[in-house]
C-alpha cells in the first residue's frame, strides 16, 4: 500500500506562485512515474504534469512554460512548481503514483487546494 500526503496548496494573487510537494510512503519511489493532476469544480480531473521513473517529464498545454515538476528520490518525494498562477489554475490538485513494474499499481493523494485570485 502506498501512502501520499500532499503540502503547499493555499491562497495567491494572480501572478504569484505556489509550490506543491507530495512524499510517498510504502513503496520504492524511484521506480513510480509520478504525476499531478487537477479537478476544478464541475469538470473533469486532468492531467497537470507527469514524471517518469527515469525522469522524463510531460506537460499539459495550459501550464507548459509555468508549471515545473521535479522529483527527488532521496526525499520520496515530487514536486509541483506552479509560476504565473492564474483564476483558471484554481482547483484540487492530486498527486498520483503508478508503481510500475511487472504488477503495476496506481494510487491518489487526498489532494491540496490551490485558489487563484484575481
Known amino acids: 500500500q502506498v501512502q501520499l500526503v500532499e503540502s503547499g496548496g493555499g491562497l495567491v494573487q494572480a501572478g504569484g506562485s505556489l509550490r506543491l510537494s507530495c512524499t510517498a510512503s510504502?513503496?520504492?519511489?524511484?521506480?513510480?512515474?509520478m504525476s499531478w493532476y487537477r479537478q476544478a469544480p464541475g469538470k473533469q480531473r486532468e492531467l497537470v504534469a507527469g514524471?517518469?521513473?527515469?525522469?522524463?517529464?510531460n506537460y499539459a498545454d495550459s501550464v507548459k512554460g509555468r508549471f515545473t515538476i521535479s522529483r527527488d528520490n532521496t526525499k520520496n518525494t515530487v514536486y509541483l512548481q506552479m509560476n504565473s498562477l492564474k483564476p483558471e489554475d484554481t482547483a484540487v490538485y492530486y498527486c498520483?503514483?503508478?508503481?510500475?513494474?511487472?504488477?503495476?499499481?496506481?494510487?491518489w493523494g487526498q489532494g491540496t487546494q490551490v485558489t487563484v485570485s484575481s
Open positions: 510504502g513503496s520504492t519511489f524511484s521506480s513510480n512515474d
Open positions: 514524471v517518469t521513473s527515469g525522469g522524463r517529464t
Open positions: 498520483w503514483a503508478d508503481t510500475g513494474g511487472a504488477w503495476p499499481q496506481m494510487y
